[in-house]
């Protein structure tokens, strides 16, 4: 995370026209049909024509090399009797229909056998536009992911109520022992103000509008490279229902989506602001509001705001199958002892535990498709070129105000920019969760937000990143 949702989770919840195979068979059916009709066409029609035309068909004598010579008369043969020749005079010749009757039949014949094959092939070529036509109108499928359920302008995804109990758990796509499973020291909430005197150290999320600094005085700095090389690798991967930080004209109050977030806080004063939504949103382009069927991410919306964040440690199980842990807090600590960890020093603590988080809003159009989600922060073109860089805590609807995280510092890397994303994406990498070792169940569904942090509980070492100055820091 960095951030504890287990007690709250949300209670809310490339483009391929390829015919399906149904289509193929239907076109290849037809192609089949009509090309028999034509072949037997000519065929059919040769054979009626092919008897002689006169009216009495006269007999053909059998081909012969070379006429055989005619033998001499027997003189004593005996002479043929009356009868035997009357007979012969007599005998019925073969005939045959008048040719204008055989042409009429043939002619029927060929026309109905065509009428037949006319009608069959306009169905199946009406089956086959019908199947191309209903593959357009759906939510387009990228990779393996089922597309979605159709192209009607409602609202994105029903919202409904997922009771955290109601998730079943995922079978382990790999056998074998989880080596950081138990590893969180499952450090309990604290009060953030004991007496007028802060209790913590600096939490987030906080105000990363570029030029706004915290309050609070700190003399330790966070990972100003890329977190990969700093040696941290990513240890979860969830996201939070709406945008837990503040960017002004980016993610902030005035921002609107699908629907207006309804959210609570565990300890939050009334009135506090949390869940910012992004300013993309329209409701007149279908890909804000065409229903995407989700199989994979659970009551995700087309057309909503959701901060993502990666959760990275030096102490994780990187590159193995372990790497990936649900709670985040066993991949932070993994290969890190709670004795080591209470000798750390705050600067340590900072250096080697931090988050990537990007705020998106889902859109059900795979021009937006992005793969690799579940492995880290998008850097490419406009994604990952501002980033608000500051030292701060675990987040979660659980904090607030009042009730703070002990986990802290950890460096945060926030990308200052709202981005659009396409559903499948998401559901791509709901997917990959999946097939994850330890069971990220928990983690396929929105968590709740934290609300805005105050001043006086945000650190003062906020600094600017600009990927296109190749990581020069500003202050």
Not at 162 to 190: K, M, R, W, Y
Not at 295 to 321: D, F, L, N, R
Not at 411 to 422: A, E, G, M, P
């Amino acid at each position: 995370m960095i951030d504890d949702d287990d007690d709250d989770v949300s209670s809310n919840l490339s483009q391929s026209y390829a015919p399906s195979l149904k289509a193929i068979l239907l076109g290849q059916s037809s192609s089949i049909l009509l090309g028999a009709c034509l072949f037997l066409e000519p065929t059919l029609f040769s054979n009626f024509a092919s008897e002689p035309s006169s009216d009495i068909a006269t007999p053909v004598a059998d081909p012969t090399p070379e006429q055989a010579p005619t033998p001499p008369p027997n003189p004593y043969a005996p002479a043929p009797s009356n009868k035997m020749a009357s007979m012969s005079d007599n005998t019925e010749k073969p005939n045959s229909r008048p040719s204008s009757m055989r042409s009429g039949m043939a002619m029927l014949v060929l026309m109905v056998i065509l009428c037949i094959c006319a009608i069959i092939a306009i169905v199946l070529l009406g089956s086959l536009v019908g199947t191309i036509s209903s593959q357009e109108n759906q939510a387009p499928a990228t990779i393996y992911i089922n597309s979605g359920s159709g192209s009607d302008s409602t609202a994105g995804a029903a919202t409904g109520s997922i009771a955290v109990e109601d998730l079943l758990p995922q079978a382990p796509a790999e056998n074998g022992e989880n080596a950081c499973a138990g590893a969180s020291p499952g450090f309990a909430n604290v009060d953030c103000i004991i007496d007028g005197m802060t209790n913590v150290g600096p939490q987030a999320g906080a105000n990363v509008t570029k030029g706004f600094k915290g309050d609070m005085q700190v003399d330790y700095e966070p990972i100003t490279t890329s977190l990969f090389k700093a040696g941290l690798c990513p240890v979860n991967v969830h996201w939070h229902l709406g945008a837990e930080h503040y960017s002004l004209g980016e993610f902030d109050e005035n921002g609107k989506g699908v629907r207006k977030i309804d959210w609570v806080t565990d300890g939050g004063s009334a009135g506090a602001l949390g869940s910012f939504q992004c300013h993309h949103y329209n409701e007149t382009k279908t890909m804000f509001t065409r229903k995407y069927d989700f199989k994979h991410c659970i009551g995700m919306e087309v057309g909503q705001t959701y901060e993502v964040h990666w959760p990275h440690s030096a102490a994780g199980a990187c590159g193995t199958p372990d790497q990936y842990q649900n709670p985040f807090y066993d991949g932070v600590f993994c290969n890190l002892d709670l004795d080591t960890f209470n000798t750390l020093t705050p600067t340590q603590i900072a250096t080697n535990v931090g988050v990537q988080s990007q705020v998106f809003t889902v859109v059900n159009d795979e021009t937006y498709f992005r793969p690799n989600l579940m492995r880290g922060m998008i850097v490419d073109g406009e994604f990952g070129t501002d980033l608000a860089i500051y030292t701060g805590s675990s987040t979660g609807s659980s904090r607030s105000n009042n009730v703070c995280s002990p986990y802290s510092p950890i460096t945060w890397q926030v990308d200052r920019k709202c981005q659009l994303i396409s559903a499948s994406s998401f559901d791509l990498m709901c997917a990959e969760m999946k097939m994850n070792r330890d069971d990220l169940t928990y983690d396929l569904i929105a968590h709740g937000a934290r609300p805005l942090m105050s001043k006086n509980l945000t650190a003062d070492n906020q600094q600017n990143r600009d990927r296109k100055l190749r990581g020069n820091i500003k202050n």
